[in-house]
């Protein structure tokens, strides 16, 4: 499906346009994002997420008002790393432009392997071999790879590998991630826009360097992490729609993101 028809889909459906049906291309959205509360995961190093009730019910005045306060790290739950988080200079989570968190994209399934291996590295030839299947990953795509541990989510020691807190649990991580080598492939042979995993992190579990990190943000790649709900989508032909909080100067931040699938 031409990509400019798809974008006009998106909007006739935020608008409500009442033409869509015959103008553009039916189709439905799927919430690819976890709910922030007390049980949203983080790295055990992190704030986690935190809220205060500051009124609920019936005011003075006779009506209904609710409101709450609430904090958290950048990064934690279904959230955007900014390439500045692994790259000196580069942009910060408010920087980063629209169309490089908007666009069409794939969903690399290797959860086979993945969950056969906690440690899992996604290779090169993972992604050659699912190009072999479903057809070249093409300039500007939005990649989300898939490891199936979103069914593990929340609980932290099946997600995770520990449910331990703290700078001593990080050794005791465990779960898949993107090799080094294949996010420069990526990054520099398929010139990808943007990249998502449904785990904690970009890097697998027992990585000490964050090497993936490191050439993704060098390329000013965003990264989604903790992406939710990845099952029952196609391969293929989605557009995905991933906005963070707009923190200024933010090395990341909570991340809404959706896919578009056309019918």
């Known amino acids: 499906m031409n990509r400019t028809l798809i974008l006009f889909a998106i909007v006739a459906v935020v608008s409500g346009c009442q033409q869509r049906q015959t103008m553009f291309p039916q189709g439905t959205w799927h919430d690819l994002s976890y709910d922030f509360?007390?049980?949203?995961?983080?790295?055990?190093?992190?704030?986690?997420?935190?809220?205060?009730?500051?009124?609920?019910?019936?005011?003075?005045?006779?009506?209904?008002?609710?409101?709450?306060?609430?904090?958290?790290?950048?990064?934690?739950?279904?959230?955007?790393?900014?390439?500045?988080?692994?790259?000196?200079?580069?942009?910060?989570?408010?920087k980063i432009p629209l169309e490089r968190l908007i666009g069409p994209g794939v969903i690399v399934d290797v959860s086979k392997p993945a969950l056969a291996d906690r440690d899992y590295l996604i290779s090169r030839q993972?992604?050659?071999?699912?190009?072999?299947?479903?057809?070249r990953i093409g300039k500007g795509m939005i990649v989300l790879l898939k490891t199936g541990y979103g069914k593990f989510y929340p609980d932290r020691m099946k997600y995770m590998g520990t449910d331990e807190?703290?700078?001593?649990?990080?050794?005791?991580?465990?779960?898949?991630?993107l090799h080094p080598d294949a996010a420069s492939f990526l990054a520099k042979t398929r010139q990808i826009k943007a990249v998502g995993i449904d785990t904690p992190s970009i890097d697998r579990g027992q990585s000490a360097e964050f090497k993936t990190h490191q050439i993704l943000a060098g390329e000013d790649i965003?990264?989604?992490?903790?992406?939710?709900?990845?099952?029952?989508?196609?391969?293929?032909?989605?557009?995905?729609?991933?906005?963070?909080?707009?923190?200024?100067?933010?090395?990341?931040?909570?991340?809404?993101?959706?896919?578009?699938?056309?019918?």
């Open 37 to 94: 509360s007390e049980e949203t995961i983080y790295w055990p190093t992190a704030d986690t997420f935190k809220r205060e009730k500051v009124f609920y019910g019936l005011t003075e005045l006779g009506y209904f008002y609710s409101a709450n306060n609430f904090s958290a790290a950048e990064h934690g739950g279904t959230h955007l790393d900014s390439p500045i988080h692994f790259s000196s200079g580069r942009i910060t989570a408010d």
């Open 165 to 177: 807190l703290g700078p001593l649990a990080v050794k005791k991580l465990h779960f898949p991630g």
């Open 222 to 263: 965003p990264i989604f992490e903790n992406v939710a709900h990845l099952d029952g989508l196609p391969s293929t032909g989605i557009f995905v729609v991933a906005l963070p909080m707009k923190i200024k100067d933010g090395s990341g931040g909570p991340l809404r993101i959706a896919a578009f699938v056309p019918r």
């Open 126 to 135: 993972d992604i050659e071999a699912w190009e072999a299947k479903h057809g």
